[in-house]
C-alpha cells in the first residue's frame, strides 16, 4: 500500500506488482499480468517476429522442440509430423503454450522455461519420441517458433484428446 497526505486527509492507494516467479521475465520480454500463471512462465524472445500478438481463439501454426530441464528432448513437432496447429486459449495446447502465446507475433523465435502444473502436473507420462518417460511434477522448456496466427471460425481447431499421451 502507497499513502499520500494531502493536508489532513491520508489518502491509500493499493499498488499492484505483478508477481514473477521467475524474476527477470526473460530476453526481449516484460511480463506486465497479473495473473498468477504468467508469473510461472519465462519467455525469452530471440526473434519478435511481426503485426500484432496472437490472442485467444486464433488458429496458431508452430514449431515447437520439448525438453526436460535436464536437456533431453521429449516432444519435436517436426519430427511429429511437421506442425502443431491450435486455437489460442482454448485448452487445446499444454496451457503454457496457450498462455505464452498470446505474448508472441507471427514469426516470433522464444525459449519457454514452464513450471510443471502448466504443462503435465503431477502426471508421469510417456515421452512422444521415446526414451525415458517424462516424470511426475517436472518443470519443461519449449523452443517455440510461430508460424502463423489467424482468425479462426473454428475454435475446436487442435483440441488435443489427452489419450493421445500415455501416462504411467
Not at 504443462?119 to 521415446?130: D, N, T
Not at 516424470?135 to 479462426?152: G, I, Q, W
Request: glycine share 10%; charged share 20%; hydrophobic share 35%.
Amino acid at each position: 500500500m502507497k499513502s499520500t497526505i494531502l493536508g489532513a486527509l491520508a489518502v491509500t492507494h493499493a499498488v499492484r506488482i505483478a508477481p514473477d516467479v521467475f524474476g527477470p521475465n526473460g530476453d526481449n520480454y516484460k511480463n506486465d499480468d497479473t495473473a498468477q500463471d504468467m508469473a510461472k512462465i519465462k519467455i525469452d524472445i530471440s526473434a519478435p517476429g511481426s503485426g500484432p500478438n496472437c490472442k485467444d481463439t486464433d488458429e496458431a501454426t508452430i514449431h515447437y522442440s520439448a525438453y526436460t530441464t535436464d536437456g533431453r528432448i521429449f516432444s519435436d513437432s517436426k519430427q511429429e509430423g511437421g506442425s502443431h496447429v491450435f486455437a489460442v486459449g482454448t485448452g487445446n495446447t499444454w496451457k503454457c503454450l496457450d498462455l505464452a502465446m498470446t505474448q508472441l507475433k507471427p514469426g516470433a523465435k522464444a525459449h519457454l522455461e514452464c513450471a510443471s502444473n502448466l504443462v503435465y502436473g503431477s502426471f508421469r507420462a510417456k515421452a512422444p519420441l521415446g526414451g525415458e518417460d517424462i516424470p511426475e511434477n517436472s518443470d519443461v522448456n519449449f523452443d517455440v517458433e510461430v508460424v502463423t496466427c489467424k482468425d479462426n471460425a473454428h475454435p475446436n481447431l487442435g483440441v488435443i484428446n489427452w489419450g493421445d499421451f500415455e501416462t504411467v
